[in-house]
């Protein structure tokens, strides 16, 4: 079960979200017990907005210093900094560039690694109603010694069958795919990743029921 919250300000934006996960079957996490959470709060600053200048150029609309604070159960915190750009590309509702410095804090402190994040939506009529495409890439592109470098591609596809329906708008059904090399920052073919863990690779589809209020 996902809680999430965006919102516009005259300052930037905000996207905060919590996962909270039950496992089915008789698993247990690091804490020994059956379920846990993950979440993560990412204020933007708009540039733009701040100084009242137009700092629009070419396919840039604006200009940010984007944010995100990564928490969970045992020990997980990270931290993110780091320069974002606003995209206009036909056709999509909206593109986020967002480039960030991440440090991983607890257990697993260690260096600086660059991380790159493109968020994106995009929606196509059909009949009566829309089809939305959305969804985020965290691409950490280097290492450290306690952080390996990873790729994880989230996207959703959801039809809004409220409006198809007549009972309003934004209640979706659809799929998510979730892609995520190198899992957690572990190197699948390490020691820990291929011989603990069988492997830290991850190709996972959900179905997906959202409802917007």
Same mark, same amino acid.
Request: glycine letters at 12%.
């Given at each position: 079960?996902?809680?999430?919250?965006?919102?516009?300000?005259?300052?930037?934006?905000?996207?905060?979200? $919590?996962?909270? &996960?039950?496992?089915?079957?008789?698993? *247990?996490?690091?804490? @020994? =017990?059956?379920?846990?959470?993950?979440?993560?709060?990412?204020?933007?600053?708009?540039?733009?907005?701040?100084?009242?200048?137009?700092?629009?150029?070419?396919?840039?609309?604006?200009?940010?210093?984007?944010?995100?604070?990564?928490?969970?159960?045992?020990?997980?915190?990270?931290?993110?900094?780091?320069?974002?750009?606003?995209?206009?590309?036909?056709?999509?509702?909206?593109?986020?560039?967002?480039?960030?410095?991440?440090?991983?804090?607890?257990?697993?402190?260690?260096?600086? $690694?660059?991380? &790159?994040?493109?968020?994106?939506?995009? *929606?196509?009529?059909? @009949? =009566?109603?829309?089809?939305?495409?959305?969804?985020?890439?965290?691409?950490?592109?280097?290492?450290?010694?306690?952080?390996?470098?990873?790729?994880?591609?989230?996207?959703?596809?959801?039809?809004?069958?409220?409006?198809?329906?007549?009972?309003?708008?934004?209640?979706?059904?659809?799929?998510?795919?979730?892609?995520?090399?190198?899992?957690?920052?572990?190197?699948?073919?390490?020691?820990?990743?291929?011989?603990?863990?069988?492997?830290?690779?991850?190709?996972?589809?959900?179905?997906?029921?959202?409802?917007?209020?």
């Amino acid at each position: 079960v996902t809680f999430e919250h965006a919102s516009g300000w005259s300052f930037g934006d905000l996207f905060i979200f $919590v996962d909270g &996960i039950k496992y089915n079957t008789e698993a *247990t996490n690091g804490a @020994g =017990d059956g379920h846990t959470f993950y979440g993560e709060i990412s204020p933007r600053l708009s540039l733009g907005k701040i100084s009242g200048a137009d700092l629009s150029f070419g396919p840039v609309k604006d200009v940010l210093l984007a944010a995100t604070y990564e928490f969970g159960e045992d020990d997980v915190d990270s931290y993110l900094l780091g320069p974002a750009v606003d995209l206009n590309i036909p056709g999509f509702d909206y593109f986020q560039l967002n480039t960030y410095l991440r440090t991983t804090d607890g257990r697993r402190d260690g260096d600086n $690694v660059w991380q &790159i994040t493109p968020v994106w939506s995009y *929606t196509i009529p059909v @009949g =009566d109603s829309d089809l939305v495409i959305d969804g985020f890439m965290d691409w950490v592109v280097d290492n450290d010694d306690s952080y390996h470098a990873n790729l994880h591609f989230n996207p959703q596809i959801k039809y809004d069958l409220a409006k198809a329906m007549g009972w309003g708008k934004r209640f979706y059904v659809g799929v998510e795919y979730d892609y995520w090399s190198d899992k957690y920052g572990i190197d699948h073919d390490s020691y820990l990743g291929d011989e603990i863990l069988g492997g830290t690779d991850q190709s996972a589809i959900s179905l997906l029921l959202k409802g917007h209020f």
